[in-house]
């Protein structure tokens, strides 16, 4: 039996009795059978149950890139590491190898150097999904840089937000990028940012679409040229196993994004156990997860994981529509693709146009199907099951966060069974914990609660970059010695998971976390607006969309409401991104309010998905005759 690889149910029970009784003994065992370590640990796991600091692998020394790259050099050289297939499907796809990814990092890592970028700088990567971008991490983890990525579909406040709350030293960047028919610029977004960003000495651009920018001297350098001079040979940086290797932001119920910091070995390790386990990877599979290199997804499914396991691993740079609804089908049908890793909010949009666009494809290739990011309809299951797996490729619904750093709770293929809307069965290592409201431990099955994890994980966030009061406060204050996840999960009578939702303000839209309080704040500016408050309402594709409240100021009053409502997402769109656009905006006289001032949003997300017979009591409200109004004025469609 090999811990590693699970390949059976009785086999997972076992495996995961081991990594429950001794979870020391069991990540030893998988850290030192499968890695390269410069120097073993002296102590696999450090727990302080005071200060929430938990250490993993501490005092063994490595780089992740050795344990990415450098050790397939000796066994599979020419085999395709990164397979990229560009927007334009009359572009040819990029094969990758292993040896060539090897260069393409030493070089870019060299260029790094060469810019005064050294161990523990931060690095802001703010690229579209070409190869640059996997590159770009990999290279800052070669010299031990920090990388910080940001999703290119952030808009310039959001990204200098983020380049000032870690510092960043340098940007990455491209010119533009594609997006089916569209091209977008890049380069103008990052300027802007880059207005007040005392941090950055340094902007390397990687050219793409070709359109014409602005360069400011002895900041901005095209990469292309820099990369030609540049040597192959670049030793890796040799790290503490507790060293930064990333830091990632997602959003909170309040203030500012949450820059979760991910350390080296522990992280390493569990982002390859699990893709090795939860993808069943084989060595010719062609692996696609069909996610952003700006969210975890892509870091630990796209980057780490697969490339620690010598696996080909496909990236695509553009959007499921284009040319046509079914460019996912015929990239699978192309590449031979084995295992497709997506979203719920992909799969409902698809699901949603003729099934021509499917059924014109073969994808017999196809072994294994998953979904992140959000709780997946059954409808949206069934159809993903019937019609893209043909009942024969199993559905792994992976349960994580940016926080988790790797998928916690998953059906295992061929082992655990798969039932929809169900994420099964935590994964080896993993101690779920159900707690009612009064902070008590929910023990037994058929149990509803909220969804806390008892045992520190390798690749758990160490701590929030430069406020751990906060890391504390948001997961380690609701529940002593368990981390709270905000997700609330059912246990059914077998035991087996499913992910209900977010119980606090964070809304997932179309799989995109968003916290309420900064795009209330970003409304909030608009000068005819006094107060709001956004709630999530159910939509058909996005899975949630957003239902503004909004009151204005009497500036404001007698204004055209349709100009107002451009206006309000205009703002939403330069503050935060288009992602956090509302779908629906409701001006209101009141907000109805606790009689300490909070806003109700319960009562507020129960009118917006039209539940208004489940109000409950609203008597105890400061303003309960603000109910019945905004009852009235409710915008249905
Ligand atoms: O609410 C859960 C939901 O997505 C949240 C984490 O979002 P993020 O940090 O952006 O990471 C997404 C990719 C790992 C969780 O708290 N979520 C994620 N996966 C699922 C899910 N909800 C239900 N089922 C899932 N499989």
Known sequence: ??????????????????????????????????????????????????SHKVKWFDGAKLNITENCIDRHLY?????????????????????????????????????????GVKKGDRVCIYLPMIPELAISLLACARIGAVHSVV?????????????????????????????????IDLKPIVDEALLDTPSITSVLVVKR?????????????????????????????????????????????????????????GYMVYAAYTFKNVFQYRDQDIYWCSADIGWITGHSYIVYGPLANGATTLMYEGVPTYPDWG????IIEKHQVTQFYTAPTAIRALAKEKLDFVEKYDLSSLKILGTVGEPINEEAWHWYNDNIGKKKSPIVDTWWQTETGGIMISPIPYATPTIPTFATLPLPGIQPALMDENGEELKGNQVEGRLTIKHPWPSMARTIWGNHKRYVETYFSAYKDKYFTGDGALRDATGFYRITGRVDDVIIVSGHNLGTAPIEDAINEHPAVAESAIVGFPHDIKGNALYGYVILKETGEGRDHDNLRKEINQIITERVGPIAKLDKIQFTEGLPKTRSGKIMRRILRKIASGETSKLGDISTLLNPEVVEKIIDNTIKS
Not at 327 to 330: A, D, I, M, P, V
Request: hydrophobic content about 35%; overall charge negative.
């Open 1 to 50: 039996m090999s811990n590693y690889h699970i390949k059976g149910l009785e086999e997972y029970f076992q495996v995961y009795r081991k990594s429950v009784d001794n979870p020391e003994q069991f990540w030893e065992e998988i850290a030192e059978e499968n890695f390269v370590w410069r120097k073993r640990w002296d102590e696999v796991l450090k727990w302080n149950k005071e």
């Open 75 to 115: 066994t599979n050289p020419d085999k395709t590491a990164i397979l990229f297939e560009p927007n334009d499907p009359d572009e040819s796809a990029q094969h990758i190898t292993y040896k060539e990814l090897h260069e393409r990092v030493c070089k870019f890592a060299n260029v790094l150097k060469d810019k």
């Open 151 to 183: 999703f290119a579909g952030f808009s310039a406040t959001a990204l200098r937000t983020r380049i000032n709350d870690a510092s960043c030293k340098m940007v990455i960047t491209s010119d533009g990028s594609y997006r089916g028919a569209k091209t």
């Open 209 to 265: 679409i070709r359109s014409s920018v602005k360069m400011v001297a002895d900041r901005d350098y095209w990469l292309q040229p820099l990369l030609e001079q540049a040597s192959t040979d670049c030793p890796a940086t040799i790290m503490n196993a507790e060293d930064e290797l990333f830091i990632l932001y997602t959003s909170g119920s309040t203030g500012m994004p949450k820059g979760m910091v991910h350390t080296t070995g």
């Open 327 to 330: 460019r996912f089908w015929s």
